[in-house]
């Protein structure tokens, strides 16, 4: 059996990265990552290793919608935070792209928004979105496919001279 330690190693920057694509804050991420691994650790016996990786985007995706039923406690962080660090054009770009898409990202719904990362970032199949979602393959798959449109709608309305 694996231990707890090397599949830590495996998904923990996996896991970051979902949650912050979710949340699009990082230290909301980082105790969203912690309280996932918390958990797995308090259940360590009863997933099987072939189903660790689903296992953790599932725990991951229902903090934080149980993060956003509690939301009135948190407030909306604002849109143009300045970028304080200093580097080449490129790197500012970069962000500045990043940026556009958390925030255009911000603007599907959660359950959207977790299909899409889920299936573009963590490569997961259509089986183990519909797995860690609660519902069909077939309904993940038009998940992904009408948010992956979505997205491409409101990026282009953001920036039209950059369609296509």
């Known amino acids: 059996m694996i231990s707890f330690h090397q599949i830590y190693q495996q998904y923990v920057d996996q896991i970051y990265r979902f949650a ?27 997933v099987q290793t072939e189903t660790v990786k689903g296992y953790l ?22 849109n143009n935070l300045p970028d304080l660090t200093p580097g080449p054009e490129r790197m500012v770009q970069g962000k500045h792209s990043l940026a556009t898409v958390i925030a255009a990202m911000k603007l599907l719904p959660e359950i959207d928004r977790a299909a899409l990362v889920l299936r573009a970032y963590e490569h997961l199949s259509y089986r183990e979105i519909a797995q860690c979602l609660n519902t069909s393959v077939s309904a993940a798959r038009v998940k992904v496919h009408r948010s992956r449109l979505k997205l491409l709608e409101i990026l282009e309305k953001e920036n039209p001279t950059h369609a296509n």
């Open 20 to 46: 912050f694509c979710l949340c699009g804050d990082e230290m909301e991420a980082n105790d969203l990552t912690s309280e996932t691994f918390v958990r797995l650790w308090t259940h360590l016996g009863s």
């Open 57 to 78: 985007f599932s725990i991951t995706n229902n903090l934080f919608l149980q993060s956003r039923r509690s939301a009135h406690r948190r407030q909306e962080m604002p």
